[in-house]
């Protein structure tokens, strides 16, 4: 009976002593770095980092991209005096090679708030800033409908333009999404096909009596 109650009073300690929340510190980390994480929020004091040997500069690794980002666009804007980008730019495929009706429409008026002011409700660089040469804006824009050059410009190209700037233009990356930047691109396409189509001399058929 006593040797039973000396079992059951060891059992207890052991019990107790597995079950509390005594500390205890290893005498070595297997991979210390999963341990003890080194994570840092993007908004907190950096400035100690760089004293303690760790480079941190708050930017994501080259080449990658977040798990929602849509379209990502690989090509970055070329340094000043290169066009190097640029001319890659070309083989970039427009995702929204064709629109749907309600697309169609969607892009129309995406166009006609962010460009139709340079370029023109007809696409043909007469907006209200350049007004026949009377408006306030002395140099025509380009004329994206009846101008080979742009006619033939990929949208790959466009693109880029639109999200970096090229020449006098500037950058529309903050009031465009990629997506946005993409259908009006098509648009523009649309329009040129069926300028091009308006502008294709009537073929006569002629019937052997």
């Not at 639109?162 to 691109?185: C, D, H, V």
Request: contains cysteine.
């Amino acid at each position: 009976m006593k040797n039973t109650s000396i079992i059951a009073c060891l059992t207890a300690l052991v019990l107790l002593a597995a079950c509390s929340d005594v500390k205890r510190k290893p005498g070595s980390v297997y991979m210390p770095d999963m341990a003890y994480s080194r994570a840092y929020e993007s908004y907190a004091d950096h400035s100690n980092l760089e004293a303690k040997g760790i480079s941190y500069n708050n930017r994501p690794v080259a080449g990658t991209i977040s798990r929602e980002e849509e379209m990502p666009f690989h090509i970055a804007k070329d340094q000043a005096g290169d066009t190097t980008n640029y001319t890659a730019s070309k083989l970039v495929p427009n995702p929204y090679d064709s629109l749907n009706t309600k697309d169609m429409e969607e892009s129309e008026r995406l166009y006609l708030i962010n460009c139709a002011i340079c370029h023109g409700d007809k696409l043909n660089g007469n907006g209200p800033l350049y007004k026949d040469g009377a408006g306030p804006y002395a140099a025509k824009p380009a004329a994206l409908v009846g101008d080979a050059k742009y006619e033939a410009m990929p949208g790959g190209q466009m693109f880029y333009s639109i999200a970096y700037g090229k020449n006098l233009m500037g950058s529309y990356a903050s009031q465009l999404s990629r997506k946005q930047r993409w259908m009006i691109i098509a648009y523009i396409k649309e329009k040129q096909k069926a300028g091009k189509a308006k502008a294709a001399p009537a073929t006569t058929v002629v019937t052997a009596k």
